[in-house]
């Protein structure tokens, strides 16, 4: 599949989004903007894709929005490209896949509020974060603020956001943004790493689990916890609730191939 400013690659059941605009900080102009959302909308409707990896071309993650682009924007522009990025960022939340956001280089404005819909970021040691915003006498348009609270808090977000600065891999580790640091030269050997183990897992308990995450997120406990109420699993036997995880359990040696590789992932 073309397209001009992204490359999009789908292998067996996992697909690639990259942002290819390097000699611009792979920085979102209207025109990457709509390849993005439509880019989106085909994983969406891909039921075989299990894994949907974001990615930069070059040195750089995503610089945000292309900030020249705006002086040629009409007077509605800024509404309507809002909302299509506010859009796409729930399509990619809302998404059955499991999202990966393999991050290297600066990842600022828009390319770290992308990373906020992903349920997993891989960064590399050397990439750079921020909200820069504030310096170009703009707002952050689709997570900056509302998201990124639920990550870091709201004293740190003011933070970021007033001021402006860069800060590193470890601080956005530290602060729920990260998953996993990597040197660069790992990063594509960590993506696989965890593609592998997750991918092991029951798709349809996997999905189930993931949809029970994000849409109790932001309930109150009590109806949130209606979401974690048993549903006959699907692999069920007739009359029985047992499922073929829960067999294995009773047996020691299959219980210990099942959790082999789990149990000890990403504790180096």
Not at 106 to 116: F, N, R, S, Y
Not at 150 to 174: D, H, P
Request: with cysteine.
């Amino acid at each position: 599949m073309s397209y001009k400013h992204i490359i999009f690659d789908r292998e067996d059941t996992i697909t690639r989004i990259t942002f290819n605009r390097p000699n611009a900080h792979n920085a979102l102009d209207k025109e990457m903007s709509d390849e993005l959302a439509d880019a989106v909308r085909k994983v969406k409707k891909d039921r075989a894709c299990r894994f949907l990896v974001f990615r930069g071309n070059g040195d750089t993650f995503c610089a945000g929005d292309d900030i020249k682009d705006f002086l040629s924007w009409k007077d509605e522009d800024a509404y309507w490209q809002c909302r299509q990025y506010q859009e796409t960022a729930q399509m990619i939340e809302d998404l059955t896949c499991i999202t990966i956001a393999a991050v290297d280089g600066v990842c600022t404005g828009g390319g770290l509020e992308l990373t906020l819909t992903c349920d997993f970021v891989i960064a590399t040691d050397r990439s750079r974060w921020g909200m820069p915003e504030i310096d170009w006498d703009i707002t952050p348009g689709w997570g900056g603020v509302t998201r990124l609270q639920k990550f870091a808090g709201r004293r740190k977000t003011k933070e970021w956001n007033l001021i402006g600065q860069l800060f590193n891999a470890e601080t956005a580790e530290r602060y729920n943004l990260v998953n996993r640091i990597c040197k660069p030269a790992d990063l594509t050997k960590e993506v696989e790493a965890l593609i592998s183990v997750v991918g092991a897992k029951n798709p349809v308990t996997l999905r189930r689990s993931k949809f029970v995450l994000n849409q109790s997120a932001d309930l109150p406990t009590h109806s949130a916890m209606a979401f974690e109420v048993p549903i006959q699993p699907f692999d069920s036997k007739p009359g029985r609730f047992a499922t073929e995880g829960m067999e294995d359990f009773a047996k020691p040696d299959t219980r210990a191939a099942r959790r082999k590789v789990s149990k000890s992932f990403w504790q180096d």
